[in-house]
């Protein structure tokens, strides 16, 4: 399947760590991380990674790599894994319930609520405050028209940019 020889290599000297070897990892959990993933052939190259990442309190510990039949079959499981969840997240692009990111134009659907999009008590309180004057109910409706185009246009601007998130630089 692969012409490798080794597991890993040493994260400090760059030594081949080989299959059904021992090695040595680092206690502290970020440097265990699987993009991490510091491995080390001996104590020495160990202790030469310790100051160089400031841990306070970092022993080693010994590890055995694994066969490499064991080995292969785990990277093919992972390459499986990852084609799977690539499939997903192609399978996942999708805005709102079900409908594919827009490649081209944007086509809005007719079905949205017609709801009132301000909260009437805050407009009414901030034209009070900002002129003394009242506010008419008929002012909500044209207003929730306003704000429905505006959004309508961030939609179409963040799905040009293959996002599915609305944000402020949209409006």
Known sequence: MSDRTHYRLCSSCK????FGAPYYVCSVSTCN???TGLTFCS???FEAHVPMVRH???WAEEKMAPARDQWE???SAEREKESQREQARERRRV???GAPVPSGPLEL?????RDTLVVVSKLKAYIRARSGLNTSDTVLEPLSDIIR???DDAIERAAAEGRKTVMDRDF
């Open 33 to 35: 991380r699987k993009r």
């Open 149 to 151: 185009q505006l959004a």
């Open 43 to 45: 104590v020495p190259c």
């Open 73 to 75: 079959a785990e990277q």
């Open 109 to 113: 659907s007719d079905d949205v609520p």
């Open 56 to 58: 306070r309190e970092a």
């Open 15 to 18: 030594k081949e760590l080989h």
């Open 95 to 97: 805005v709102g319930a």
